[in-house]
């Protein structure tokens, strides 16, 4: 079956700028994550969707931001970027509820670079 | 807060050798995942570990769930070059899908 798919792969954005980031999840999962990876932080929950509603939040600033679809997907925006934000950002699916069932399953990534 | 820390942060070994990697969390927390994930990758699934004692084994890789000493472990045994990468531990808090992540143990496996 399809893995997780972002778009897009590459991005390169001027400080000040907004970009918008997409991911579209596994057929079936209701959850998606995100995240952003850099080499000083590491790997840092921003938040997650499950049905169209944040359930979860991160410790990042309110120029991240998301949304999800009906179908699932989901983008994530940031606004007035700075060279901060230049990092990895990876989604992760999963099919969202408690119990078994809980692997997330992430997508190749969007690399953001600000200049 | 919830935080996780695993050591070593490098490992460097010979093939053929045995290590373990370890993997602590602060706080409660009923599902632990450990990944992998290779230089200018995604990261990659290894073992999603959901109670006390839970012990899963992949090849040469075998992770184990203490959540009474909140530790992990994840075992390399008689280790190969293609096993170089980096590996990640992360913990959810309890209900909620929110992963949260360790530093990563890079790890190198020489001929």
């Known amino acids: 079956k399809a893995g997780v798919t972002q778009t897009p792969r590459y991005l390169i954005k001027t400080r000040g700028q907004q970009v918008t980031l997409s991911c579209s999840p596994i057929?079936?999962?209701?959850?998606v994550s995100w995240y952003q990876q850099t080499p000083g932080q590491g790997l840092q929950f921003l938040f997650e969707y499950f049905s169209e509603t944040q359930r979860n939040k991160g410790n990042f600033p309110g120029r991240f931001s998301g949304r999800q679809f009906s179908n699932s997907r989901s983008e994530m925006n940031v606004s007035t970027l700075e060279l901060g934000d230049s990092a990895l950002y990876l989604c992760a699916s999963s099919w969202g509820g408690t119990g078994e069932n809980t692997e997330a399953f992430f997508g190749q990534g969007t690399r953001l670079t600000v200049v | 807060e919830l935080k996780v820390e695993q050591n070593p942060l490098f490992l460097s070994m010979q093939e053929g050798k045995n290590y373990t990697i370890y993997c602590n969390y602060s706080?409660?927390?009923?599902?632990l995942y450990w990944y992998r994930q290779d230089p200018g990758k995604s990261l990659e699934s290894l073992f999603v570990?959901?109670?006390?004692?839970a012990v899963k084994q992949e090849g040469r890789l075998m992770a184990s769930l203490d959540t009474k000493a909140r530790l992990s472990t994840l075992h390399i045994t008689a280790a190969v070059h293609d096993l170089s990468a980096t590996y990640f531990c992360?913990?959810?808090?309890?209900?909620?899908?929110?992963?949260?992540f360790g530093a990563g143990t890079r790890l190198t496996v020489k001929p």
């Open positions: 570990l959901l109670s006390n004692g």
């Open positions: 057929s079936g999962h209701r959850s």
């Open positions: 706080t409660t927390s009923d599902r």
């Open positions: 992360a913990v959810d808090r309890p209900y909620n899908n929110d992963m949260r």
